[in-house]
């Protein structure tokens, strides 16, 4: 009897986990695109609407082999907070894969779109008191452009850059050993001008292969620290102190330039918005460890901003 008591309470368990989740498909004219609608069982609730960062990152924080769980975590963390989320895979990844008809015609200004499409669907269900919209990483300058014309009832940026694309890019590549930065230089300044470069090391194929290269170029018009002035609603800006990828000095400058902004550091907390060390091998080592739960602090700060 006691087995059949314990395989009924996870069954019923299971069953109310699946109850609250619900897939949301947005047709779009190169594809679906799907993503997760979390409801806390309370009526009238805000819902944030998460946007994952940079690369082929899906709905639950995860990039290829990388799988930490940390949009996922998020959502259950504002869950736990009678807040809704809702969650999805970017274009050309996972249940979106069919999206992105090739990699050479995708541009910034189609995940943009796409946000205003989501808002557009979402906006008017009666289930929802507010919408926020939250964007990790590159997800925060998409966000923050969408919030222009949108105009949700508060934008969070999340570990989101403070400089544009190609200066973070020529940042992060000063940890690589001289010669990648000396080699990849030209090619930055080529795509500055709106030009494309044929010729690129093997070396350097992963960031500037040729078929990416009309998508960075549609990113580097773009000033976060202009952007996000643009915002009319209340911004929340987070940062953690032992981000590898994006600095303190990011958000401080993200905060500069919107006066409706509160600026939150969490200390010990890394790009994948877990504890690490500023190590850059610990640190690493983290964005493939699931079992990791977020920092402290990050689920406080967020409700806090939204329920005030």
């Known amino acids: ?45 805000p819902l944030v609407l998460i946007i994952a960062g940079s690369g ?8 290829g082999s990388l799988k930490n769980n940390s949009l996922k975590m998020l959502a259950q963390g504002l869950y736990d907070n009678n807040i809704a ?8 990844i996972a249940k979106s894969a069919k999206a992105m008809t090739s990699e050479e015609d995708l541009r910034f200004e189609h995940y943009i779109q796409d946000v205003q499409q989501w808002h557009s669907l979402l906006k008017d269900d009666s289930r929802f008191s507010s919408f926020i919209i939250l964007g990790h990483s590159e997800g925060s300058l998409i966000g923050m452009i969408a919030s222009q014309t949108v105009i949700p009832d508060k934008f969070i940026s999340l570990a989101g850059p403070g ?22 230089l030209p090619i930055i300044e080529e795509l500055e001008k709106g030009k494309t470069v044929d010729s690129v090391a093997p070396l350097l194929n992963m960031l ?6 009309p998508y960075l170029i549609s990113c580097f018009k773009y000033d976060p620290a202009i952007e996000i002035s643009k915002v009319k609603c209340p911004v929340l800006i987070i940062q953690g102190t032992t ?6 000095e990011d958000a401080k400058k993200l905060a500069a330039a919107n ?13 994948i918005l877990k504890e690490a060390d500023a190590n850059r091998f610990l640190n690493l080592r983290t964005y493939g ?20």
């Open 289 to 308: 460890d699931p079992s990791l739960k977020l920092k402290q602090g990050l689920i406080e700060s967020i409700t806090s901003f939204i329920v005030d």
């Open 1 to 45: 009897m006691r087995y059949v008591s314990t395989l009924l309470y996870f069954l019923f368990a299971t069953i109310f986990t699946l109850a609250q989740e619900e897939i949301i498909v947005l047709e779009t004219p190169t594809g679906n695109i799907e993503g997760t609608l979390l409801v806390p069982s309370k009526e009238n609730v």
């Open 259 to 271: 006066s409706n902004s509160e600026l939150v550091i969490i200390e010990g907390m890394n790009h």
């Open 85 to 92: 989320s809702f969650r999805f895979d970017k274009r050309g």
């Open 56 to 63: 082929p990152t899906d709905r639950d924080g995860n990039s």
């Open 208 to 213: 500037f292969r040729p078929s990416v290269q």
């Open 243 to 248: 981000d590898i990828q994006i600095q303190v």
């Open 163 to 184: 400089v544009s694309m190609q200066a973070t890019i020529r940042r992060q590549l000063v940890d690589q050993p001289p010669y990648v930065l000396s080699m990849s």
